[in-house]
């Protein structure tokens, strides 16, 4: 892999942490370099495995700092997003250009941090212009009321249609009207999201294309095509990888809870809320039987990596008070991720080594819980009973011992998206 396609992939990744939808959105593209265009843009390739193409002028491509693609790339998804190839498709291409990038950089720099004076570091590399509010409009403007903050691109465009010399950041000649098969492919990155971050995103793009929020002003009659999808999925049954997880932690810890009172009838008949002091050396005993040791085996070869925000969230909600917790990654070596840092490693994917690691401890665990594809190398553990496997493609090949194993398919919750 050359090196612009190395940091396409660390880009990548970065993108994660301003929200998961545009980890996931760029899972289904794909990167090429031309010298067509003088900067960037996006467009689709409906016949090929990753429909959604972003487009570089290689020397623009290498003349930006990491934090500047990252807004690049956030630029471009947003013109997808706002269905600006549609809305604009009647109007000046100058005017228009302009308008849809005032509205998608000020919501940029908005919502996700960027610091604006890396960000207009960009203009004049490679002729690019970053259009802002102050770049075509003056404080006099705003203030007397001629214009307006936050509004929508038909407005900006009806204010800049007549004026002459505007250039802008990219290339729009790509964009048109989201196709079906587009929309599809947005279906399935759509679907591996949960419900709050979809109403986030669900506000976020109101905001972007104008439509009537908190008493803000009407944009156009048409409603964004994504917020449409968004709108169907936040109607649909909660059966997701959050709620299996969840559910699969409170079945653990009721067994384990159960098997405790039934084994110590003394103690359990000593209950928190009884108002009975436990002598000191009872209480010991109570914390040491209470505890249930859980480690957790996250797949980070590459395949289920975008599940990891959500991993971590639901890792976050073990109650601790019930719970010893580990977590480890896993691809062809095994490691203990840090849950302040959360950085994972990838590479390919062996299964034996999950064994490996919990003959190395102290004592084998209570409980496993595996995410995973599927597929790799045999797993064949000591205890398969004690096994909790989470797996986003139905794949039991490399589980010989999956009849003693409790196995999810999440398939079956996430209407096979999740792969």
Avoid at 76 to 97: C, P, Y
Avoid at 131 to 149: H, M
Wanted: glycine share 6%; hydrophobic share 35%; with cysteine.
């Amino acid at each position: 892999m050359d090196s612009r396609k190395l940091r396409n992939e660390y880009i990548k990744r970065r993108l994660m942490r301003h929200h998961r939808f545009f980890n996931s959105f760029i899972k289904f593209s794909q990167p090429i370099f031309t010298q067509s265009l003088a900067t960037a843009g996006i467009g689709f390739d409906l016949k090929s495995f990753n429909p959604i193409i972003f487009y570089f002028n290689p020397e623009f491509f290498d003349a930006l700092s990491d934090i500047q693609l990252e807004f690049v790339y956030m630029h471009e998804m947003l013109h997808v997003l706002g269905n600006h190839g549609l809305r604009g498709k009647d109007f000046n291409s100058s005017a228009k250009n302009v308008a849809a990038d005032i509205v998608i950089n000020e919501f940029i720099l908005e919502h996700f941090g960027f610091d604006k004076t890396e960000v207009l570091k960009i203009d004049n590399v490679c002729g690019a212009i970053t259009c802002l509010y102050e770049k075509y409009f003056t404080e006099e403007d705003f203030n007397s009321g001629r214009v307006l903050k936050d509004m929508h691109f038909e407005y900006y465009y009806e204010l800049l249609k007549d004026r002459e010399d505007l250039k802008n950041l990219d290339d729009h000649s790509q964009l048109g009207e989201l196709s079906q098969e587009t929309l599809d492919s947005l279906k399935k990155i759509l679907r591996d999201s949960n419900s709050e971050e979809l109403k986030e995103l669900k506000t976020q793009l109101e905001k972007l294309t104008g439509k009537k929020v908190s008493g803000g002003q009407q944009a156009g009659e048409e409603q964004s095509p994504v917020i449409r999808i968004i709108e169907t999925f936040l109607v649909r049954p909660d059966k997701r990888f959050e709620t299996i997880f969840k559910q699969t932690v409170k079945v653990i810890k009721d067994k384990y809870e159960h098997e405790w009172r039934r084994k110590n009838p003394l103690l359990a008949s000593f209950n928190r809320t009884s108002g009975i002091r436990i002598p000191n050396e009872m209480r010991q005993d109570w914390e040491i039987k209470d505890k249930i040791d859980l480690v957790i085996f996250l797949d980070t070869s590459g395949s289920v990596n975008e599940l990891a925000p959500r991993f971590f969230r639901l890792v976050d909600s073990i109650p601790k008070e019930n719970f010893t917790v580990r977590v480890y990654g896993f691809h062809t070596s095994v490691y203990e991720i840090d849950m302040k840092e959360r950085k994972i490693q990838s590479g390919g994917t062996r299964f034996d080594i999950i064994e490996n690691k919990l003959q190395e401890l102290e004592k084998y665990p209570r409980q496993i819980l595996v995410v995973t594809d599927g597929w790799g190398t045999t797993l064949n553990p000591a205890y398969p009973e004690r096994f909790t496997v989470f797996l986003t493609e139905n794949n039991l090949s490399c589980f010989p011992t999956a009849e003693k194993m409790k196995i999810i398919m999440l398939d079956n919750y996430e209407e096979g998206t999740l792969n």
